[in-house]
């Protein structure tokens, strides 16, 4: 399952891949095709794994405009 979002920092897209008990989220950002990873429990809602690697998008690319 896939989806794009529009974010504060422009669009993103989210990738949900089952395996196992787990899911894998992938976050893409559109603008610059940065692309971060979390794993999370089957359990969790897809708003909190949509969170955890936008979270994780947002810090990465923090850290590559400081570079």
Do not use: W
């Not at 196992?20 to 610059?32: C, Y």
């Not at 969170?51 to 990465?60: E, I, V, W, Y």
Request: charged share 25%; aromatic share 4%; glycine share 8%.
């Amino acid at each position: 399952m896939s989806g794009r979002e529009s974010t504060n920092i422009g669009k993103v897209y989210f990738e949900f891949i089952k395996i196992g008990g787990h899911v894998r989220v992938s976050a893409i950002h559109e603008e610059t095709g940065i692309e971060t990873m979390a794993i999370a429990p089957i359990q969790a809602t897809q708003q909190h794994m949509k969170q955890l690697a936008l979270g994780k998008l947002k810090r990465k690319l923090e850290q590559l405009s400081k570079q």
